[in-house]
């Protein structure tokens, strides 16, 4: 019996219909959901790798804004892609962002990056680039599995994931976790900021309603231990039933 009839992976050079693909757990959710920190913490319990999407939008809008390129202007964005010199780590207890030799790991949550960002996430052209990236950073994950999160991961990056989840929680919960991050601003400012976001990153992309297939996993009365044994429960029950992953 060849290695393709038992579905072994194999090292055969060029043979890589055969070699087993690391298994994605694709995770969508809105603002404020405790997304990352749940995809790490989740990761991490499956010795599994990580991907933060969301760091790779906010990492060019901070190259723009370095570069002093309007992040509304499509055009000279699109022209700038080739030159985003952007790295990021994908073990959980090694994170980081970069671009070029900067670090960027803080600096991408500064409010002037979070306010121009979805601008940089709505270009057709940006979405299609770094979804290449993406898929690339997966398929090379040294880990068995990788937990990659967004907002169109279980959609359009990796609908084809044996493991797809949608994580939610009320507006009202999601507010007040966002407000308790970030000390600095009033609760209503960080609403109101969290809401004009989540509307213009929802006209790209609806990661407000579960797709075919996705299984919705609602934290608003979940504390976040809860919320990673919820996650950690639908893989466990996912990957069950599809044994060699997709
Ligand atoms: O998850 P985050 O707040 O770090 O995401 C930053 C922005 O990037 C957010 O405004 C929406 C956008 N984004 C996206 O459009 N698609 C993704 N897969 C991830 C993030």
């Known amino acids: 019996m060849t290695a393709a009839e038992t579905n072994e992976p194999t090292d055969l050079p060029g043979d890589l219909g055969t070699a087993r693909a690391p298994v994605v757990v694709a995770i969508d959710g809105p ?3 405790g997304k990352s920190s749940v995809s790490r913490a989740v990761a991490r319990e499956l010795t599994f790798g990580y991907l933060d999407t969301g760091a790779s939008y906010r990492a060019l809008a901070w190259d723009l804004l370095d570069r002093g390129i309007d992040p509304a202007e ?33 600096a991408i949550r500064e409010p002037r990056v979070t306010g121009v960002v979805s601008l940089v996430a709505r270009i057709p052209e940006v979405r ?11 398929a090379a994950t040294s880990f068995g599995g990788i937990v990659a999160e967004g907002r169109d991961i279980t959609t359009v990056v990796a609908p084809d994931a044996p493991v797809r989840i949608l994580l939610t929680a009320s507006e009202e919960a999601r507010m007040g976790r966002r407000s308790k991050e970030l000390t600095s601003e009033s609760a209503a400012a960080v609403g109101a900021a969290l809401r004009s976001r989540d509307e213009a990153d929802s006209r790209v992309v609806d990661f407000m309603n579960a797709a075919d297939g ?13 919320t990673v044994a919820a996650v950690v429960d639908v893989v466990q029950t996912e990957t069950a039933r599809t044994p060699h992953g997709g």
């Open 128 to 138: 299609a680039e770094l979804n290449r990236r993406f898929r690339a950073l997966m």
């Open 74 to 106: 499509a055009g000279t964005v699109i022209a700038e892609l080739p030159n985003f010199a952007f790295a990021i780590g994908t073990d959980p207890a090694d994170y980081y962002v970069r671009v070029g030799s900067t670090d960027v790991t803080d």
């Open 214 to 226: 996705v299984t919705t996993v609602d934290s608003t009365h979940l504390d976040f231990d809860q």
């Open 31 to 33: 603002a404020g959901s």
